[in-house]
């Protein structure tokens, strides 16, 4: 049974019976559902479970070389999440972020369309729950953002698969062209979530909405779904590498001006996300384990900077810059994992990030792409200025704001550290790490020449940081909104509409206007016709008028009638 | 001179700073190549690290003017 049983099913349905169990019994409950899920990544590679309905053939369970890294750090995820959250009395977010999960990982296998719809479809219903655990008005806004451009991200793909089975008579989840109506279709479902550029609004709008514990989940799944999702259907696509240069290159300078830390992070996860797609652009197995190493690696160390954000909000009740800072001295083992966070995404040797980008930097030279080459490079600096030291600076260093928090609690301490020892174990031993990656490519990270760049190009931007931030030339953190895309339907759409609107309530009753003198008018030449001729001995009322009026136009049509038979 | 550095330029700071100075002084110690001709270049990262933060620093500020607004702009 185990056997045909795909992972993340069981998270996903065992995931009902939590509101059922008392506190301690649920955290170990779900940590047990992910171990169970985790069993079946035992099976090996292949199709092991089809089910034919309506006389199509469902692939429910399907694995391969590309499923199986992104399957294993799914888990990881889940796994860290849960015990980061377990403090939390309510049931509610463990049941979201259990199911979220599982249906996450059981998209990662599915082998047809229409079953990565279904699941596609359960992550987005699933994962709105932990934007509404945010439990505020402004949450519940944007826990109704997220699920309109999340279902319509999955009705694309639906479109897209119906007409990829009409032209194909098959619906397997395997390459595609953007040349066709279905690929094209499939690839903007998957744009979406992957947060490609104007498309990434409701990234950055929603994300920080959730509490702390959901935006940790939130960070691990639904884009690194579309990351892979785009690696199994649209490696080599050329268009792909431009895409993620601007995804790299646009949201590092929303980074620098947004206040709020969290946000900030989902700029920086946008960022990290173009790394990924101009790997699968580039499409070469060098980059398509690029790709997987980094969405790997980067699943880890963002979960861990949203831990150690989170557990500031926590504590002090705000992750807004201009209102944090010296929190060092209260909460040292989160600033420590925080830094550890921050020098693992600025990929620092001997950290995750290094091991994990040098195979896209490599695999960019290789091909000879100059230009977005030096765009990923000039990215990396950015990331340094606002995750690798924006983050950890502002909220435990800078000034001294006058909060004095407790220590996180200790099960937010013990994901951390888990989450700390994972970003190190990937930097320290690479070669391990590279075993699990869809290729079989020998790659040495490691060698003088690309540490010494590496370690001049972040330490020099530091540098650069130092000077700006010493000489007093960095200006204060502001409390602001930064407008993205997301602006286009939060402000231009609605106000078109508003203006559309009173337009038409103003041309209304400008035909009202119109027409009411019409009728004036009309009434004025029946009563002088009638009354004051004396055809009746009385006023005409508004029947008579009505009926005057039908007759009028009535003779006015058989006039026209007859004139347009000539 | 040094104490004088560190006193005003911070602990940390001048670590940093040194830090700096022993990976520039590395470049003379073996060969350091890249993925293309011109990172070879004397001390090539470095320069590119440091104008490259310096921009998104400048541009960041610039479009401050144009993309920021009051916190409860969308409220």
């Known amino acids: 049974m185990i056997n045909t049983f795909p992972p993340g099913l069981i998270m996903f349905l065992g995931a009902f019976l939590i509101p059922f169990l008392p506190h301690l019994t649920r955290q170990i409950y779900m940590i047990f559902l992910v171990f169970l899920s985790a069993l079946s990544l035992m099976n090996g590679f292949g199709t092991h479970l089809t089910i034919n309905l309506l006389d199509y053939d469902f692939i429910i369970y399907h694995s391969d070389n590309l499923s199986f890294p992104f399957a294993i750090v799914f888990h990881i995820a889940a796994f860290i999440t849960i015990i980061y959250g377990s403090h939390k009395i309510d049931w509610k977010e463990n049941v979201a972020i259990t199911s979220y999960a599982g249906a996450a990982i059981a998209a990662l296998h599915a082998g047809d369309l229409f079953t990565l719809f279904v699941w596609w479809e359960a992550t987005a219903f699933t994962s709105v729950f932990l934007i509404l655990g945010g439990n505020n008005s402004r949450s519940f806004r944007a826990a109704f953002r997220y699920i309109v451009i999340q279902v319509g991200s999955g009705m694309l793909l639906l479109a897209g698969a119906i007409i990829f089975l009409y032209s194909n008579d098959h619906a397997n989840f395997g390459k595609m062209s953007i040349d066709e109506t279905s690929g094209l279709l499939i690839f903007l479902a998957f744009g979406i979530k992957a947060a490609f550029p104007f498309l990434n609004g409701w990234l950055q709008d929603t994300y920080p909405e959730a509490s702390e514990v959901g935006t940790v989940a939130l960070s691990s799944f639904t884009t690194k779904l579309a990351i892979y999702a785009l690696a199994r259907s649209f490696a080599g696509v050329d268009i792909l590498i431009y895409i993620g240069a601007l995804m790299t290159f646009f949201p590092i300078f929303f980074a620098v001006i947004e206040n709020d830390l969290r946000r900030v992070l989902t700029y920086s996860l946008n960022n990290q996300l173009g790394f990924m797609v101009v790997a699968v652009g580039i499409g070469t197995e060098l980059a398509l384990n690029g790709a997987v190493a980094h969405a790997f690696a980067h699943i880890i160390y963002k979960g861990l900077l949203f831990m150690s954000m989170g557990a500031v909000l926590y504590r002090v009740g705000t992750c807004k810059a201009s209102e944090l800072g010296g929190l060092f001295n209260y909460m040292p083992i989160t600033a420590v994992c925080s830094i550890i966070g921050a020098v693992s995404i600025s990929a620092f040797p001997i950290f995750s990030g290094f091991v994990a980008k040098s195979l896209i930097m490599s695999s960019l030279g290789y091909e000879g792409l100059t230009f977005i080459y030096f765009m990923l490079l000039f990215a990396s600096a950015g990331v340094l200025h606002h995750s690798g030291i924006k983050i950890p600076f502002f909220a435990f260093f800078a000034h001294n704001s006058g909060l004095k928090p407790k220590e996180a609690p200790i099960n937010m301490i013990v994901a951390m550290i888990i989450s700390s020892i994972l970003c190190v174990a990937i930097g320290v031993f690479p070669s391990l790490f590279y075993q699990i990656l869809p290729y079989d490519v020998s790659y040495q990270p490691y060698d003088f020449s690309h540490v010494l760049s590496q370690m001049q190009l972040l330490t020099f931007a530091a540098f650069a940081f130092i000077c700006l931030w010493h000489f007093k030339i960095y200006p204060p953190e502001l409390n602001s909104t930064v407008l993205n895309s997301d602006w286009f339907y939060r402000k231009m759409i609605p106000g078109v509409l508003e203006n559309v609107i009173i337009g038409f309530k103003n041309l209304n009753s400008q035909f009202n206007i119109f027409f009411t003198k019409i009728f004036q008018n009309t009434q004025k030449f029946i009563d002088n016709l009638m009354y004051k001729n004396r055809v009746f001995d009385r006023e005409a009322g508004f029947d008579t008028l009505i009926v005057v009026q039908v007759f009028g136009i009535v003779l006015l049509i058989l006039i026209i009638l007859q004139f347009s038979k000539f | ?75």
């Open chain 2, 1 to 75: 001179m040094t104490i004088k550095l560190i006193k005003n330029f911070g602990k940390i700071n001048s670590i940093v700073l040194l830090i700096c100075i022993i990976l520039l002084i590395l470049e003379f110690v073996g060969h350091r190549h890249g993925e293309f001709k011109i990172e070879e270049f004397l001390f090539f990262p470095a320069l590119f690290g440091y104008i490259s933060c310096i921009i998104i620093f400048k541009v960041g500020v610039a479009l401050r003017s144009i993309f920021m607004r009051d916190e409860d702009y969308y409220d």
